[in-house]
């Protein structure tokens, strides 16, 4: 069975480990299990509960009245919250669309999926479609209806969906085309949305430097050392990305003489913003906006 650190809870849920703490203590809502040198360990039916907890908490529920719901309760008020924001086409039904990763069938998967990118192209249906299926899967897991292993194979069939569009692109001409980084210092929770935004901006004939997977904040310099770039996209979704990344990537800014910094999947809408050239996005259709607008 997987154990997690409190550590762990934290970057999962966005929720401040003292805060975990005096959520076990104060409302009893998780029971850790304890190693031989005193530290905390939880399973994976716990992390469920607290991404469960974050959830509702982040929609107004108070962590009091939260902590008063048997996790049957929990499950069920996480799931209406959750459809409230189900999207109105009811040509559009995610529960269906998933029910064919109960059995792995990714051709069925796929092929109900097709007509959405068939009608409406790779960009909208992302937003639209694609995304919100994500995030109901991403439910689905935390209220038990789903398996890790289901909700990874929906997350996987997706990715390869946006792989596939974006080799069918045609080539960037290098005249006059603007330049962008793209980097992703500490998370990859939401791979399949800078996958996508990488699509965007190719498809917008921009020249994208994108290496995939995780470096450090510091490899921005060794890229432009490399190949200069005029704006950079950095993946702020990680639950650890603290003000002093804000800081950091606000002085590169300034010291590579980059036009803009796109700080993506924010989590966190209060960040205070130490420069103009920072631009804050929380979501695809918000970066969407952004790049239409930037560019």
Known sequence: ?????????????????????????????LEPDRTDSNIRTYSENELKK???????????????KIAGLSE???????????????DPDQDFQPGKIIMSALKFNEDKFNDSLKPFI????????????????????????QTGCLTRAQEQFVRNA????????????????????????????????????FLFYRYALKRRKHDVIFTGGILPSSEVIEIHKIKPFEFLVVNSGAFDFAEKKIGYFSNIGKSLMIKKIILTDSIKKNFKKSSDKLIL??????????IDTLF
Not at 1 to 11: G, H, Q, R, T, V
Not at 17 to 29: F, L, M, P, Q, S
Not at 124 to 133: C, E, K, R
Not at 281 to 290: E, L, Q, R, S
């Open 1 to 29: 069975m997987n154990k997690y650190s409190i550590k762990d809870l934290e970057n999962f849920t966005g929720i401040k480990a003292h805060t975990i703490r005096i959520w076990e203590k104060r409302y009893n809502v």
């Open 50 to 64: 607290i991404l469960n907890i974050a959830y509702l908490n982040r929609n107004g529920l108070k962590i009091s």
């Open 72 to 86: 049957d309760d929990l499950s069920q008020k996480v799931v209406t919250i959750s459809s409230l924001h189900d």
């Open 118 to 141: 068939q009608s409406h192209g790779l960009e909208s249906s992302y937003i639209n479609h694609l995304n919100p299926l994500l995030q109901k899967a991403k439910i689905l897991w």
């Open 158 to 193: 997706v990715r390869q969906i946006i792989i596939t569009e974006h080799s069918q692109l045609p080539p960037v001409p290098e005249k006059n085309a603007v330049t962008v980084a793209m980097i992703n210092p500490s998370d990859s929770l939401y791979e399949n949305n």
């Open 281 to 290: 996005t929380t979501d695809p259709a918000d970066f969407i906006n952004a």
